[in-house]
């Protein structure tokens, strides 16, 4: 079983439908990563959360420690926001991160 | 972009060569990373720099070598290419944004390499 889990694998969205990305793990963090791979391949990073809530425009991003769960929403979604969404955590003490698969989203006009 | 490269941007090598991809970066960050990505599998780390001539070894590090004589260059060698190695790698770098206090990565643009 992976240490990060991501759900859904694939999801395909209407323009304007708010969106939900979830990432489950399995271990201790410091803190958790929201990434952004466009199909060019470039990787940004959306979000850095050790807890709460964060938000940057129409994207928010959640953490539950306790429940070791976090979800990336996207409001008012547009064919711009077609990409794959990667949720990372940072291990405690290291430098050394691991990834989830990705979510590949995909919002059609 | 926290002013990372890669080159080359894309390789197609055979079987058996060697092969050497270049990560620099023009901030002095002092950590580095080399992944990889494939189909299936999340990013996965290779090895990692934590200052010149320091390393360490990732999850997937059998069949590479890495070298850091400098700070702003992580190189990433394939000693003998073999067709498994056919993936795309991206290079990081750990960057403290500016007034966040907060450490995040920032990832170079990859390097597509495909070995025959």
Not at chain 2, 41 to 61: A, F, M, N, P, Q
Not at chain 2, 84 to 91: D, E, G, H, I, L
């Amino acid at each position: 079983k992976n240490e990060v889990e991501q759900s859904p694998q694939n999801l395909t969205a209407q323009e304007g439908e708010f969106i939900t990305i979830n990432c489950s793990y399995s271990v201790g963090i410091s803190a958790l990563h929201w990434l952004q791979q466009h199909p060019g391949g470039g990787i940004v990073s959306l979000f850095m959360l050790s807890s709460g809530k964060k938000k940057h425009g129409r994207l928010i991003a959640t953490i539950n420690i306790q429940e070791k769960h976090s979800s990336l929403h996207i409001t008012a979604s547009h064919p711009r926001d077609s990409a794959v969404y990667i949720c990372a955590v940072g291990t405690p003490g290291t430098y050394k991160y691991i990834f989830g698969t990705g979510t590949r989203l995909k919002v059609l006009a | 972009d926290a002013g990372i490269t890669q080159s080359p941007r894309h390789k197609v090598t055979e079987t058996g060569t060697p092969v050497t991809l270049r990560c620099h970066q023009t901030e002095n960050h002092r950590y580095m990373y080399w992944y990889r990505q494939d189909p299936g599998h999340g990013l996965r780390l290779i090895h990692y720099s934590y200052g010149v001539k320091d390393t360490d070894k990732g999850e997937v590090s059998d069949g590479y070598s890495v070298s850091r004589s400098k700070t702003e260059d992580f190189l990433l060698t394939l000693e003998s290419a073999t067709s498994s190695q056919t993936s795309v790698y991206f290079c990081a770098i750990e960057a403290t944004p500016s007034g966040v206090g907060t450490d995040t990565q920032y990832f170079g643009p990859g390097t597509r390499l495909t070995v025959l």
